[in-house]
């Protein structure tokens, strides 16, 4: 699908602009403390002109046929784009919390980590993240490394979602 930036992009979005958008695929997820899962993922971007995208992000867990299981993580914030390709990403998840992280992007790839995560009572043990996306052959490709329940940061979903 052919993507045009929007005449309104704010200049310090330009490294982040190929997100803009809606994609939507598949993905899988791993991690010591559960079982190995499939899921069905739509990301949302938007942006306003200022110098931010706003991002959503809804998925499923699936079964072997790609059939819809039960509703899985949402998550919703901020893509804050600083000078010289540097990011904020601001976050919010259902599960209850909340992540700062910093990084960069440049043309096709953002990469953050975590600077901070509070947690409410009553989420699991959750302490920092590290994510990677890319655009590879005009698909969003990503991968989220995690560190929780006592385990050391390590690979916990991957991704490949197409623009719809």
């Known amino acids: 699908m052919a993507f045009e930036i929007p005449d309104n992009l704010h200049p310090q979005c330009?490294?982040?602009?190929?997100?803009?958008?809606?994609?939507?695929?598949?993905?899988?997820?791993?991690?010591p403390t559960i079982d190995p899962f499939q899921f069905g993922q739509?990301?949302?971007?938007?942006?306003?002109?200022?110098?931010?995208?706003?991002?959503?992000?809804?998925?499923?867990?699936?079964?072997?046929?790609?059939?819809?299981?039960?509703?899985?993580?949402?998550?919703?914030g901020f893509l804050r784009c600083l000078p010289d390709g540097q990011v904020e990403l601001l976050l919010t998840h259902n599960t209850g919390f909340v992540e700062i992280y910093?990084?960069?992007?440049?043309?096709?790839?953002?990469?953050?980590?975590?600077?901070?995560?509070?947690?409410s009572h009553t989420a699991k043990e959750y302490v920092g993240g590290h994510r990677l996306y890319g655009n590879v052959e005009g698909d969003l490709l990503y991968a989220y490394d995690m560190a929780a329940m006592g385990e050391a940061l390590q690979p916990h979903l991957w991704a490949r979602l197409k623009r719809r």
């Open 42 to 76: 739509e990301l949302i971007f938007t942006h306003d002109g200022r110098p931010f995208l706003h991002y959503m992000a809804r998925a499923w867990i699936v079964d072997e046929a790609g059939e819809k299981v039960r509703d899985g993580a949402l998550e919703t």
């Open 14 to 31: 330009g490294p982040v602009a190929w997100l803009l958008g809606t994609w939507a695929g598949n993905g899988h997820g791993d991690y």
């Open 102 to 119: 910093y990084g960069m992007a440049e043309a096709g790839k953002l990469e953050v980590s975590t600077d901070a995560v509070v947690r």
